[in-house]
Each structure stands twice: as C-alpha cells, then as structure tokens.
C-alpha cells in the first residue's frame, strides 16, 4: 500500500493542516511525512485526503494454481521464482488446512454449483500480467518450468477468461470464512499477521504449520508468498477452554519470535494497535521505540490521538 | 533509492542508537522510521548503518536510442509508453543543446576514437531489461511502435553487446562534464532538478528548453523521463557577469514555479540543503513545513544536527 500513496492531507492534533508529498513519482524535499503518517494508526493526526499512484489496468493476465506435496518446498519455489527476476503480479500460498477448510466451505456453501474439490495439498495461486500476451505466456511457462524442474510443482492450471479466474482464485478470496467454518460456532479468529525477509519464508511458513498441528488448535496458513508475508487464522469460539486460548496465542507468540529472529516485522500489514506494542522494542531494540516516541511527542506533545496505540 | 532501503541504523542527537526497519520486504509495524531517515540530510541524526534491497542481475538486456524532431514529443512518447504498461528499465531524455554539447566534448576528448557525432535531435536513451530475452525484445518492438507510430520517433539502434550498450550510452553519462565543456572556464554549474506527474512532463521540459534559449544562457536539459524528473546544466564561469547570473537563477526559479503550479516537487533526488528552503511553504503550504518542523523538534529539539538545513 505504501508505495502506492504519492501524498496526502492531515489534520495534527493542534489543528494544523498539513500537506505531505506532492503528484510527482519521487521528491527529496524534505522529509518524507507521507510515509511518516501511513501506518501511523491515527496516533498522529487524522488524515483527511490520500493521492494515489494509478496503474494501468493490465492487457493480458493469465491466473494460475499448482500443487506441491510439501509446503516448505511450495515456499521455496516462489523464493526461486523471485531470485530468478520472473514476474509476478500475484502470487498467493496455501497449506493443505486451507484447501481442507475451502473444499468443506464449498460443499455446504455452493448447492448444485460447480467448483470442483481441490486436491489437498499446499498450493499456489499466482497472477501473471502485463501489456504483452507473448510475455505473459512465457512468464507462466518460465514458472511452471521452475516449479516442476526443481520443486514437484504439479497439477498446474491456467486461465484468462475472467470469470474462469475469480472460480479459480475463488479458494483463497473465500479463506477467511471458509477457516471460521472449519470451526463450527467460530464468530472470530486470530488472525497472525508476520514478514519476513524471502530467503526464511519457508522455514517460518512451514515452522508455523508444524506449530498449529502440534498444538493441536485448527489454524490455516497462507501467505502473500511474493512479499514473504503470511498469516494463520485461528479461529476462536466463545467458552472456548482457556488451555485452548493459551495454545492459539502461543501459535502467534511462536511464529512471531521466529519472524524477529530471522529479521522480519511482527506485522507485515496488520499493524500494531495495543497487541503487538510488546514487540516493538524486541523488533527494534529500545533505541527505535525511543525515536517513535520522540516523533509522536514532537507532533502530538498532549497525546491526545488515539492514544495507546503503537506507542505506550 | 528510498524504494531500496528496507532498513537502517542511525545514531540521535541525545546518543541513542536506533533501528529503523527490518530486511522484510513490507512491514507495518509503527512508524516508518527508515523513509523519515532517507533524505533528511543529516539534520535528525547520523546514519551508520543501511539495509538496501538486492535485485538479481538481469539475464537479457537491450539498450536502445532514438530521436525525436520536438522535445515535447519525446517527453509525451514516454508517458505513452507508461500508460501502455510497457516495462522500460532506464529511460532517459537529452534535449538538442545536450547532443551538441556531447559531440563537441567527444571530438576534442577523443583522439581517434571511433564514436561517430549523434544527430543533433531531442533524443531517447532507453534499456529495457528481463529474465526472458523473447520479453525484452517484444518491449523494444513495442516501443518503436508506440515512438515512431505517434510521435515521430526514428533512427532508432539496438543492442545487447554490454560495451556497445556502454558506447550507446555514452553520450548519457558524459553529460555533466560535457555540458561544462561548453562554456569553455567553467569549473561549476547551477544544477536544476524538478520532478513532476508524468502528465505534465513535455510541458515543463520544453517550457525549460525554451527559457534557456530566450534568456541567451547555456543550459543542455535532461530528464529521467520515466519518473517525470528533469535537470539543466547551467554552467557558470568565475567572472560571469550579474546579468548572466541573474538570467541563469531565473531559469531555475522559472522552472521550481511551473514545477509546483504543476504539483510536483523542487527537488526529485538532490535535496534541499539551504538553496531550496525558500520553496517548501510554496510546496507544502505553511502546515507542511511547520510538520516538518515538530518531527525535528521531537528528534532534535537543541538544533545539534546539521543546523539550518531543510528546516531554518
């Protein structure tokens, strides 16, 4: 989202209004409050007016599933695929709980429908676009050559017709409420949220998977795979057992100690709220939540936006 | 380059050692600490240490020039090919006053060399780079088509041999010294660097172009035309007359106006030092700047680092 917001407007907490970046693509006039105040969770002002990067809407896009009979495999693929420059403008990881939870979503949702059972096994779903139809073929073909020759990539299917690609993507656009599902009575889950740096996506994507087995809790893993960010749903009933609880937040506690080990960020999109400020100065060590700090009492000395949050 | 910092380690005015980001692609986790260090020219603390994106080297490169019989149209040729999503790794756009001034600088520099005088035309520099070599050549093709078809572009050469892409480029990469060679004495120059929305590109530039010529000053303009961003050399010599110094400012101050009436920025990738402060109330109104001023006053409030820079 962030490399997408070109300026924006804010109102600070004295009631100034501030105008932060400008239309041009890049700028070094000053410093960058554009980025200062996204994300920033309204603990430094409210913004009232956001530019946009637009792109064009792409000529050709090919959707694409595949399987991998291992997860930590399926993960290393995309690594690959990015360490080999082709690309991709989705790409989207799915663990064999997630395919569990869609095929059953599906079943009771979907009466006399079409979709078909998915196999159930981690899978990949990837978007390739661009203005070329010769390039977007080739850049499937590069990937399933990829995927096959060094990862057991199989079962690979494509599509360009729309319809034909929001049925195929249909099993991740429906994940969430399809893993609230997998739990009947489920009103709500905790939904982990980390990123971390390509080269240990694997590990911590395959890692935390092993975890929620061990635990014995229902947790689907998936993950935006290009960006090494991935999320588990676990989803939580009222009256559930507090033994139950304490192994759902230890699943996030886990994979988040993981993640800030191996260089990533305890919220890849999520953000930090009350719940993650614990992790701030693990993640950054005391001195960067003392910069925070200092930024948040240069702009907001009485702290009187949305107080709590990010900052204690 | 603020695209390709994912982290980085600073030392504040009050001693602290912080961390700023992670070597996750994407994180939102607090403040983006690591975008308010870019560029903030040593005034909130000392950068000691910095995490930068890597990239694979491209397998398949071709680097392309043609010309155009209008600098207007070369400029609208690049926001074409941008609207067509066509991926162009480099492209950079020398105006006529820029070719002359090469092909003087190669002929008294190189004593027998074999690098042959350009057509003295507005011309593009383009590389076009990828994984597949059937991909970069298709965006060379479609390039040409777009450039030649509706806006006038010809003589385009291609290459893929790395030291015939250097020779292709060098008119390029000489720029500089080139454009000092003109004004024979001249040991500086007044370097201009605005960057504006891609749409309004080819105004601006040869609205510049047209100012150096009718204030009769020496000023080859070049632009990173894919960002929208341009510069003018305006060499100056120990000596120069008031007059001519004046009409060499005015070019500059002429160009920031446009530049901001257009909503772009005063500086797109050398900063603001002391020169360019006047401009940011313009830029950002008064409530920008007084931002500006609460994060230096949170980060810096005895005025230690770099004093006077970005913030009187």
Same mark, same amino acid.
């Given at each position: ?23 041009? #693509? ?7 409050? $554009?980025?200062?105040?996204? &994300?920033?969770? &309204? ?8 530019? %946009? ?29 990015? !360490? %080999? ?26 009466? +006399?429908? %079409?979709? *078909? ?8 779903? !990837?978007?390739?676009? +661009?203005?070329?139809? $010769?390039?977007?073929? @080739? ?9 096959? +020759?060094?990862?057991?990539? /199989? ?6 017709? @729309?319809?034909?690609?929001?049925? !195929? ?18 009103? &709500? ?5 980390? %990123?971390?740096?390509? /080269? ?9 998977? *092993?975890?929620?087995? @061990? ?22 009933? @009222? &009256?559930? /057992? ?16 993981? $993640? ?19 992790? !701030? ?20 000395? #009485? ?10």
């Amino acid at each position: 989202m962030r490399e997408n917001i070109l300026g924006l407007e804010c109102v600070l907490p004295d009631g100034t209004v501030a105008k932060c970046g400008t239309r041009a #693509l890049k700028s070094s006039a000053g410093y960058d409050l $554009t980025s200062l105040m996204t &994300g920033s969770e &309204g603990t430094l002002g409210i913004i009232t007016n956001v530019t %946009c990067k637009l792109h064009p809407i792409p000529e050709h896009v090919i959707a694409a599933v595949c399987v991998f009979d291992d997860l930590y495999q399926a993960a290393e693929a995309v690594a690959a695929l990015k !360490l %080999c420059d082709v690309p991709v403008a989705r790409c989207e990881l799915l663990d064999e709980s997630s395919i569990v939870a869609f095929n059953q979503y599906n079943e009771t949702r979907n009466e +006399g429908a %079409c979709i *078909e059972p998915m196999e159930v096994k981690p899978t990949l779903f !990837l978007e390739f676009q +661009g203005a070329s139809a $010769t390039a977007v073929e @080739e850049q499937a073909t590069m990937t399933e050559s990829i995927f096959a +020759g060094d990862y057991g990539g /199989s079962n690979f299917r494509y599509t360009s017709d @729309e319809a034909e690609r929001k049925d !195929l993507w249909s099993a991740r656009h429906n994940l969430y409420y399809a893993s609230l599902a997998l739990r009947p009575g489920a009103e &709500g889950a905790v939904l982990t949220d980390a %990123c971390v740096p390509l /080269s240990k996506f694997a590990e911590l994507v395959s890692a935390t998977a *092993e975890d929620v087995k @061990e635990k014995g809790v229902i947790g689907p893993c998936f993950g935006h795979a290009a960006d090494g960010n991935f999320h588990c749903i676990l989803p939580i009933i @009222e &009256g559930d /057992s507090e033994e139950y609880l304490a192994n759902v937040h230890q699943v996030n506690d886990n994979l988040i100690q993981r $993640t800030l080990a191996a260089g990533g960020t305890c919220t890849g999109e999520h953000g930090v709220g009350y719940g993650k400020i614990k992790y !701030l100065v693990q993640q950054y060590r005391p001195g960067g939540v003392h910069m925070m700090r200092m930024v948040k009492q240069g702009i907001d000395p #009485l702290n009187l936006m949305n107080p709590g949050k990010i900052i204690e």
